[in-house]
């Protein structure tokens, strides 16, 4: 492998997987040569601290969560988690991403002045893990938020035993200006495949090099491209596993920004969009709803399909990723059947990168 490669254990999709059986999934990831395990963090999903504690024990490679959501902790309390779980670590890099969240946050949690909050999280989270006091009315966003006592300082009672470094997980321009003036490196999220088809992907790494501080090399910042993906011997059921999800997500570009432009770009009909934003205006069903996604948004957003499908648009994937000066793959959703995924993936899809 000429790339790094890391599996996420996306745990709303999981939720099935108990956690020993995540465990299992985990050393055999390792033994099919991913170097890095990540879990996402969801309200109402297993604890991320918790399943890579479970983890940390029982298999020898890296570790870290993409992304631990800015709202959902403070500051604090997640200096606590991540010095704790650095003590199992044995002297692994423990990578923890940094950001706003899915498109569903918002439905859960008040998500004010996100810039700004993911900036002081960065910062305030450096310090504390390096020891230093921390007085929360110098980040006035956090302070609000979270209502720390403005004259109180704050400062760990123990440190990391092993390598901490943070990655943002904001792929807007404001978000990539913070991450490179205040993260160690970056996660290029779940919609990387299609922003390559848009041609944003070298713009927004640029606006994250331009602002690494001076004396710090742009170079040097580690680059992880995550990758949907979508696995099966039965590739129509790897497709349709992954309609909602594809759909969703282009709903949410053509939403938010994304000019009709860039959704041809894409490769997605802008009327097949049109047609998909007002089915879900209008309420409809699942069913419905997957019905109207075609398969173009589905490759937009995922590599779906048979093993040996997938692993030759990964070869491709793969080459423009280390052009950009990505260092790492990292592999989420996997498939319907995580442990036919896990098997194939290891057996098929990877050893042809």
Not at 296 to 322: H, L, N, T, Y
């Amino acid at each position: 492998m000429s790339m790094e490669i890391g599996i996420q254990f996306h745990l709303p999709t999981y939720a099935h997987v108990p956690l020993p059986h995540m465990v299992e999934l985990a050393r055999q990831a390792e033994a099919g040569g991913v170097s890095q395990l990540w879990v996402t963090d969801n309200l109402r999903s297993r604890q991320s601290f918790v399943a890579l504690a479970a983890m940390a024990g029982s298999v020898g490679v890296k570790l870290g969560t993409a992304v631990t959501v800015q709202y959902f902790r403070n500051p604090v309390d997640l200096a606590d988690s991540v010095a704790t779980l650095s003590e199992l670590m044995d002297g692994r890099e423990l990578s923890i991403g940094l950001g706003r969240g899915n498109p569903r946050t918002p439905r859960w949690i008040r998500t004010p002045r996100p810039v700004s909050v993911l900036r002081e999280t960065a910062l305030s989270l450096r310090r504390l893990l390096d020891g230093d006091g921390v007085c929360f009315a110098d980040y006035p966003a956090l302070l609000s938020y979270y209502h720390f006592n403005p004259d109180a300082t704050f400062r760990m009672d123990f440190s990391p035993a092993t390598p901490v470094r943070l990655y943002c997980g904001s792929n807007g321009p404001l978000g990539m200006a913070v991450g490179g003036q205040t993260m160690d490196g970056l996660i290029f999220g779940g919609h990387y495949l299609a922003a390559l088809r848009t041609g944003r992907v070298p713009e927004l790494l640029g606006i994250f090099d331009d602002a690494v501080p001076a004396g710090r090399n742009a170079a040097d910042a580690p680059r992880v491209a995550e990758i949907k993906i979508a696995v099966s011997r039965d590739a129509d059921r790897a497709r349709n596993w992954v309609r909602e999800s594809s759909g969703s997500r282009v709903l949410n570009m053509y939403r938010q920004g994304y000019t009709h432009e860039d959704i041809e770009r894409m490769g997605v009909s802008v009327a097949d969009a049109e047609r998909l934003d007002a089915a879900e205006k209008n309420g409809a069903s699942g069913e419905d709803f997957d019905a109207l996604v075609t398969d173009s948004m589905v490759d937009a957003i995922f590599i779906a399909g048979a093993p040996g499908e997938c692993a030759e648009r990964m070869v491709e994937v793969q080459k423009i990723a280390q052009s950009q000066g990505f260092h790492q793959l990292l592999f989420s959703e996997l498939g319907p059947d995580v442990d036919e995924a896990m098997t194939l993936l290891c057996g098929e899809v990877f050893p042809a990168l």
